[in-house]
């Protein structure tokens, strides 16, 4: 079934370490998105990709990478993992970018110790 | 500042109950609106947009939401509940070019 593919599904990290969420999807949709999803805050933008090679910042980008090198695939990296990035981070794609409809992979599930 | 708020937290219903969760932002100009849900253990999907046109716009599994851009408001509505309706339902608001924000969400329980 075609969508979004994330990876790892769960993680528990020691704070300080580095870690990469990945995010892969065969719709061909120019636009990818990561987002945070914490209890009270609803989702958040971290930050986005209009199209392979670009990249813009979100609401929260702070402490976060990304890098759109080809169409498929926008991993997020946190350089250096701290206890307030424990969080649900939901990766999505959209074929009409911010107005258009948004699909979301299944979400990977980070606590930093 | 910009927002988009979703005032009811936690709505629990019985079965057959009609269902309205309401929705305001604070943006100006043209607007995206959108209602997403997310079923237990699932990942987020669309109920239903709005982009222009008739501001009663119907979506999956009988809900709709209406559009009154005098209140700034997009509320969802269902006139029966079913047990499977048990989400988190989350609007969103589409304001400019690079942004689309979400609402802090309601969970709805449905009782059977």
């Known amino acids: 079934i075609a969508g979004i593919t994330q990876a790892p599904t769960s993680q528990i990290l020691a704070a300080g370490r580095r870690m990469t969420l990945r995010c892969t999807q065969d719709?061909?949709?120019?636009?990818m998105y990561w987002y945070r999803q914490d209890l009270g805050l609803g989702l958040r933008l971290i930050h986005y990709?209009?199209?392979?090679?670009?990249?813009g910042k979100g609401e929260v980008p702070d402490g976060y990478s990304v890098s759109r090198a080809n169409t498929d695939d926008f991993p997020l990296t946190l350089a250096s993992a701290v206890p307030s990035q424990t969080s649900v981070y939901f990766c999505?794609?959209?074929?009409?970018?911010?107005?258009?409809?948004?699909?979301f992979g299944e979400g990977s599930r980070l606590t930093v110790l | 500042a910009q927002s988009v708020s979703q005032h009811n937290h936690h709505v629990i219903l019985s079965e057959a109950a009609s269902l309205e969760l309401g929705c305001n932002y604070s943006?100006?100009?043209?607007?995206?609106l959108f209602w997403y849900v997310q079923y237990p253990g699932q990942h987020l999907q669309l109920l239903l947009k709005y982009f222009s046109g008739d501001p009663l716009v119907k979506g999956i599994k009988g809900f709709e939401a209406e559009f009154i851009k005098s209140k700034f408001s997009f509320n969802l509505r269902k006139p029966s509940v079913q047990w499977s309706d048990t989400a988190e339902y989350f609007c969103?608001?589409?304001?400019?070019?690079?942004?689309?924000?979400f609402g802090t969400g309601t969970r709805l329980t449905v009782i059977p």
């Open positions: 990709s209009n199209t392979a090679g670009t990249t």
């Open positions: 969103a608001v589409n304001a400019g070019a690079n942004n689309l924000f």
């Open positions: 999505a794609s959209s074929e009409q970018g911010f107005g258009g409809e948004l699909f």
């Open positions: 943006y100006g100009g043209t607007v995206n």
């Open positions: 719709m061909r949709h120019n636009a």
